[in-house]
């Protein structure tokens, strides 16, 4: 089979800026951060996820809707490599297979996922959380007791304004509020600089101001970051905009905008309808 001129340029400089990556690096030369392909994940013979295939650009803000049993908590537990498939693959970037990486592998590589119930050191100030959630040395002590430096501190300054905490810094993250503490723990796994961040149910619980507060700051981080949240709140997603898909029964049932999706029949049926 012959290739043209340009697809052989084409095909020369993917090899070569592949081969600059240094090892464990992400490629993002196809502009897709995450692969997957003909996942499957069976439970005592239930089917938790069905060839799950599904695609997400780099810098995108996806939404992920369906019924309980659809296969949303299965899906991020794979990315994340908390289980492991039993067939199909999954990749972060061109080159990363999560199916070959332990957890804090993939945490390192750049996925960060935050649960529904918020985990922060409630005994320690915000500011000492986010100082505590940095790429560093994670004892408690080193971390407390350590010096420092401007770069850090810059750093933990621009994540308490983004995350509107900048006024409790010194405040006992025990003693925020509910919306509060959930901001709180997407600062600390900003503070890790991931490149793709899990959020699930984020606004659960939360006021409809923290419900407002929180669209405006996951649109804020679209395209520094890649964001995939899974919801069911519709009012919350019609916020935040851009693809929504909708998975059934272990895979995707449909995928489009907000307002195609709430068109499209078999949605209504398997979930919108209920």
Request: with cysteine; proline share 3%; charged share 25%.
């Amino acid at each position: 089979m012959s290739i043209t001129l340009s697809e052989a340029g084409q095909q020369w400089e993917e090899a070569a800026t592949s081969h600059l990556l240094a090892p464990g690096e992400l490629d993002l030369s196809h502009k897709v951060i995450l692969y997957l392909e003909d996942i499957s994940v069976s439970f005592d013979g239930f089917k938790a996820l069905n060839k799950l295939t599904l695609t997400i650009d780099a810098g995108e803000l996806r939404c992920i809707i369906g019924p309980n049993g659809a296969g949303k908590t299965t899906m991020m537990d794979v990315i994340t490599g908390k289980t492991r498939p039993d067939s199909g693959t999954a990749f972060f970037g061109q080159t990363l297979d999560l199916t070959r990486m332990r957890e804090p592998e993939i945490a390192d590589a750049g996925i960060g996922r935050k649960f529904q119930k918020p985990t922060i050191f409630e005994n320690h100030s915000v500011f000492e959380n986010l100082e505590l959630a940095m790429k560093t040395d994670k004892r408690v002590r080193h971390s407390l007791f350590s010096e420092i430096d401007d770069a850090t501190l810059d750093r933990i300054s621009d994540t308490l304004k983004l995350i509107r905490l900048a006024p409790d810094a010194d405040r006992s993250a025990g003693r925020l509020s509910h919306g509060q503490k959930q901001w709180l723990e997407i600062g600390m796994l900003l503070m890790q600089e991931p490149r793709l961040l899990l959020l699930d149910e984020p606004v659960a619980g939360m006021t409809d101001d923290e419900t407002e507060r929180t669209g405006e700051l996951f649109r804020s981080l679209a395209g520094r970051h890649t964001l995939i949240v899974v919801e069911h709140d519709m009012a919350f997603i019609e916020q935040l905009g851009g693809k929504v898909t909708v998975l059934h029964e272990g895979s995707v049932l449909a995928e489009g905008g907000l307002a195609t999706i709430q068109a499209d029949p078999r949605v209504i049926e398997v979930y919108l309808g209920r």
